[in-house]
């Protein structure tokens, strides 16, 4: 199987940016937290990463079964817990227009069983996706 590189350095004193190919991604805390809001929280990028491979794995699913796809969106809730902080549930909701609008569920299902963060989290937390 392929290996995926990715690579995060220190930009400063709370901010850090990641690199994955040609494409970078800033990551700070809040200034709540000591840092200066210059990009998502690590935590918060993660989240950003579930929602980003399903989004990608539902746009292939539907262009290649020729379904009209539009307006999608991924809204994502992750419960947390201290000691250790971790996420122990999240949660995504998934609404978009489609046509046949039947065609919706099986293209999250597809979208689902596709997704690299989402399989990979699975095994971690209690993860749960549904059309809206």
Do not use: W
Not at 25 to 47: F, S, V
Not at 104 to 117: D, F, M, Q, S, Y
């Amino acid at each position: 199987m392929p290996t995926i590189h990715a690579t995060v350095e220190q930009l400063d004193h709370s901010a850090s940016q990641g690199q994955a190919r040609d494409h970078a991604l800033i990551m700070d805390r809040p200034e709540t937290k000591g840092g200066q809001d210059k990009g998502p929280m690590g935590g918060e990028a993660l989240l950003l990463g579930l929602g980003g491979c399903f989004m990608s794995n539902l746009l292939a699913a539907a262009k290649a079964r020729d379904i009209k796809l539009s307006d999608a969106r991924a809204e994502i809730a992750a419960e947390l817990a201290d000691a250790p902080s971790r996420y122990t549930a999240i949660h995504m909701k998934v609404t978009a227009q489609c046509e046949p609008a039947a065609e919706l569920e099986k293209l999250v299902t597809i979208a689902e069983r596709g997704c690299i963060v989402a399989n990979t989290l699975a095994k971690a937390v209690n993860l749960s996706i549904e059309c809206g």
